[in-house]
């Protein structure tokens, strides 16, 4: 199976701050990777597939790059209502597999 | 509007059994692969299943293979988890979600384990 690595799980932030996450794939994803924001009590919400297509709707602040085993999403000046857990998903295979998750919290 | 909406979760003992329905509206449901994704209180994200247009493709996450079943009806837009054999850990929130990269989420049911 695929594992999927994020790091940091924690970024302190401040609005306005520029903040990138990373995810790393155990094998080779192609670009079948998409990122998700979840607040909580709320399902969670994609912004962005295929690596690096934001979602429709989806502020351009945010982007996503990468291809095979490392990725990134990038916000480029964070807002309020950013703060929250993203995740990664790797859908290479029929079996998906989730990041553990990155927390983004007011510095 | 693409909608999914989550039933049929509650309080189960342990060994037991609980079917979830993910009803499905505003899309052509016939035309996705769908997808079931878990939530454990406090954790991160965990797919558990998919299964394509037709039916004939599934696949699970190791933990609950032998123990889950996803199905779906077509002529009803909905989607199926039966759950059998169920165990503390599988206690979650879970979503039912369309697609390889799961662009629209049902709100979530709620699944406890517990004696």
């Known amino acids: 199976d695929i594992q999927m690595t994020q790091s940091p799980s924690i970024l302190s932030a401040s609005v306005g701050d520029r903040v990138t996450i990373t995810c790393r794939a155990s094998?080779?994803?192609?670009?079948?990777l998409a990122w998700y924001q979840q607040k909580p009590g709320k399902a969670p919400k994609l912004l962005i597939h295929m690596a690096s297509t934001l979602e429709s709707g989806v502020p351009s602040r945010f982007s996503g790059s990468g291809s095979g085993t490392e990725f990134t999403l990038s916000i480029s000046s964070l807002q309020p209502e950013d703060f929250a857990t993203y995740y990664c998903?790797?859908?290479?295979?029929?079996?998906?597999?989730f990041g553990q998750g990155t927390k983004v919290e007011i510095k | 509007e693409v909608q999914l909406v989550e039933s049929g979760g509650g309080l189960v003992q342990p060994g037991g059994s609980l079917r979830l329905s993910c009803a499905a509206s505003g899309f052509t449901f016939k035309a996705y692969w769908m997808t079931w994704v878990r939530q454990a209180p406090g954790k991160g994200l965990e797919w558990v299943a998919n299964?394509?247009?037709?039916?004939?493709?599934?696949y699970y996450v190791d933990s609950v293979k032998g123990r889950f079943t996803i199905s779906r009806d077509n002529a009803r837009n909905a989607l199926y988890l039966q759950m059998n054999s169920l165990r503390g850990e599988d206690t979650a929130v879970y979503y039912c979600?369309?697609?390889?990269?799961?662009?629209?989420w049902g709100q979530g049911a709620l699944l406890t384990v517990s004696s």
């Open positions: 094998q080779t994803v192609g670009s079948w």
């Open positions: 979600a369309r697609g390889f990269n799961c662009a629209y």
């Open positions: 998903q790797q859908y290479n295979t029929y079996s998906y597999t």
């Open positions: 299964i394509n247009q037709d039916g004939s493709e599934k």
